[in-house]
């Protein structure tokens, strides 16, 4: 994981940084391959792709082709592209294997996909676009990059295409110049966090499609960097040093069942709050005493009053005793 | 580089977007047989532009292909022209060559079977 002191990208460019001893360290720690190969199964799932049929589709920064190989072994032909020359020759074996259905091309991204329109039926990228977050080369404008490479990623996706690439945003101004770019350049779609409250298993999945509207099969589950950040409910869980289980999302309820467990819950917990608009006194379960001043007083034509109309004469609320 | 690649591939320059398909000149080939799964060609050919895939495979030196794909294609009735195009598409590798631009004439290297559609700091 990256950590303040480890960010390659704030080192040098990529072709420079994944020098072939570099490139070697990668492709043979079998840690990273591990990490690698998970973060690739849970964009591959994310990309939600159509059962059974073979698709083209587009790995970027695919370096040494660990999640392109994965892409393979789904039964779908891939393409992939990377800056480094010393990454793809570690990819060049791996991709010419026997039935091996992948080709490779080096490519900056930040100068935008080399294809045609409307090829790809999705795509991924695993640990790649916050290389273009900083600047590898005095020319570079991390922000036009940021959107050239949007802009042409779009182009090359298939109208109902999507792309699912795995980040490891700097920080949160990185994550919102990347997602203004995204949307800037009309994509639709956001930011999936898995582990969101374990600092250094967090993963950021951007996930994005061209068109707005019901799409088929089940969404992932969005959610915006605000919700991912630690509310009251969450802090209990916080130093909870095993990561979360990762439910697929064909496990899930779906999601109306659970605006109703919602609901439900708030109300229940409104009930046992509530016990007067007053919080001076302290909440009293179930009542809904009404003390002078506080929320839902009521200035009726007799002064002050702090009952509502419709309860005036009622001798009490809440349980019959 | 397959030549299914070479279909998609375009300048990276954005001045000459229009130019394609880039020129290709092979230097050295190679030969890989890959399972045939005749779904996949079937699905990829609305993909393909099929004059730049003609014009690829005559390069390489295989000029058996149909001028004109027919407008049905089923994957029992064209099963030898779905295989010719799965040979075409999927099992010859560009090891060594050129890429040229139409337009700009300029020119992107494939070595080892990775073209460099890298462009130079004022080409940008």
């Known amino acids: 994981p990256r950590t303040a002191m480890s960010r390659p990208e704030n080192t040098a460019a990529a072709d420079r940084y994944y020098n072939p001893r570099e490139a070697k360290k990668y492709s043979e720690s079998s840690r990273l391959i591990w990490i690698q190969r998970s973060m690739t199964n849970r964009a591959i799932q994310l990309l939600n792709l159509p059962k059974g049929k073979p698709l083209l589709l587009l790995d970027v920064g695919c370096g040494s082709s660990i999640s392109s190989q994965q892409l393979g072994r789904e039964g779908h032909v891939w393409v992939g592209f990377d800056l480094s020359r010393s990454m793809l020759n570690i990819a060049l074996p791996r991709s010419r294997a026997k039935n091996s259905t992948g080709d490779l091309a080096e490519i900056d991204m930040g100068v935008g996909i080399p294809c045609r329109s409307g090829l790809y039926d999705g795509c991924i990228s695993i640990s790649a676009v916050q290389w273009l977050c900083t600047k590898q080369h005095p020319s570079h404008n991390p922000e036009k990059r940021l959107r050239v490479f949007f802009r042409s990623l779009r182009k090359v996706l298939v109208f109902d295409a999507r792309a699912v690439l795995q980040l490891y945003p700097e920080n949160s101004e990185h994550m919102d110049m990347i997602l203004q770019a995204a949307h800037g350049v009309g994509f639709e779609g956001g930011i999936v966090v898995d582990y969101p409250h374990n600092m250094k298993a967090k993963k950021f999945y951007l996930c994005l499609w061209k068109f707005p509207g019901k799409r088929p099969g089940p969404s992932p589950r969005l959610k915006t960097l605000s919700e991912t950040q630690t509310t009251r409910k969450n802090k209990k869980n916080k130093n909870k040093s095993a990561p979360e289980p990762f439910i697929p999302d064909s496990l899930l309820p779906p999601p109306e069942y659970k605006l109703k467990m919602k609901k439900k819950r708030k109300k229940k917990l409104k009930l046992k709050k509530s016990g007067g608009g007053d919080e001076r006194i302290g909440a009293t379960r179930g009542r809904k005493k009404r003390k002078s001043g506080g929320d839902g007083g009521y200035i009726g034509e007799n002064g002050f009053t702090s009952q509502h109309p419709s309860m005036v004469g009622r001798r009490r609320l809440g349980r019959r005793r | ?124």
Not at chain 2, 11 to 28: H, S, T, V
Not at chain 2, 76 to 99: I, S
């Open chain 2, 1 to 124: 580089m397959r030549l299914l690649t070479h279909n998609m591939l375009i300048n990276p320059m954005q001045k000459f977007e229009g130019a394609y398909p880039l020129k290709l000149i092979p230097k050295k080939i190679t030969k890989e047989e890959v399972k045939y799964n005749p779904l996949f060609v079937v699905h990829l050919l609305p993909k393909l532009n099929y004059p730049a895939l003609l014009y690829a495979a005559s390069t390489v030196g295989l000029k058996d292909l149909p001028k004109e794909l027919p407008k049905k294609i089923d994957p029992t009735e064209h099963d030898e022209l779905l295989k010719m195009l799965h040979h075409v598409l999927l099992e010859v590798h560009v090891e060594e060559g050129l890429l040229v631009c139409p337009k700009s004439e300029r020119e992107f290297p494939i070595k080892q079977g990775i073209p460099n559609m890298r462009l130079n700091e004022d080409e940008v």
